[in-house]
């Protein structure tokens, strides 16, 4: 395993989990477990932040790329999250166009200027 | 002796900020080259979904059995630095005379066995001798599931699959590659916010305590003072005496 490397997981609409299979991310373990997860319209907030919990627990997972906007629904968990590895990418969707003002690392890196902080 | 340090303290706030902001910057651009990659990807997939039918694109095409083709491995370098980078490991017999060649060889065992179905009973010694034979074909699918992991993504959705496909994976593959760089530079960012709050915080400790220390030293002149008034005083009280 160490020698293999780790893989990129994503949890995203169709297009995108389709478009990063196409690109060779995608992984079916011994378990069947997928490293990725394709949201549609019928797929519950409670699957998502546990899909997103398991991928965090995995130790064979380096980065997770999510969907702004499922990002969004759990926020949360996102927010929650401090180690860098697995390191979390928001990327933008087909129908939301990439927010930096939602991003959790820019919003991190953006409370360093408080008003505190200029004392 | 306490201001040089504290312009010393300043000046190195002052080279991380930049060093900060430099990195946002470079994250920012980079974000936006992603940005765009991924929707020229996707433009790619619409017209490949255009071109094949709806449903000739979509999750229900993924193949039973997915391996991976890229790693990324996250190396630790020092001060807690992680840097993030993709590996795709060499894909062997990835042209198309490859393929043919194993294909082939597919073919013949399978044959072979075949044939073998239709032959008569023979005797016990016959019987062992042909185990040995038929335990080829036992090979043959452990060589498929080798086989398997090296496969295209591609070929889930057909063998002739359009061109617009094929750079819809071009696209996502660079994107592999930038979101990568981008996890490093979101690591660097997120390391040099800590350590910029750290020396934020030394350099106001460092100035309070200086700030303690003159307040001190101002306390001990102003007694200095009054007592060489009172001390002038009684001079003159003396020499009028």
Redesign the interface.
Known sequence: MAGRGKLIAVIGDEDTCTGFLLGGIGELNKNRKPNFLVVEKDTSITEIEETFKSFLVRNDIGIILINQFIAEMIRHAIDAHMQSIPAVLEIPSKEHPYDASKDSILRRAKGMFSAEDFR | MGVPEEEKSSLLLDEKLLC?MEQ?ELL?AK?AT??SL??Q??FS??KARYSMGNKQ???LQ?A???????????RTQDT?K?D?CT??PAQHCNNDSCKDQRSVEDIGPREEGVRRRNKPKKTEKDTSESEGSEKSPEINPVQKSDQNPQQD??KWFGILVPQS?KQ??M???Q??EL??E??TL??A??NI?QE??LS?SNK?TARERLGSSVGQDGRLHNSIDSEQEEAKAEHQATDSQ
């Open positions: 900060f946002l920012e974000r992603l940005n991924i929707e990807g996707w997939i619409s694109v979509s999750a993924y039973s059995e997915i391996e991976p083709l890229v790693y990324v491995h996250a807690s992680i993030f590996e795709r993504p591609l496909l819809a994976q696209s996502f593959k994107v592999i979101s990568a981008i996890a979101q690591a960012v997120l916010r910029l709050k934020m106001r």
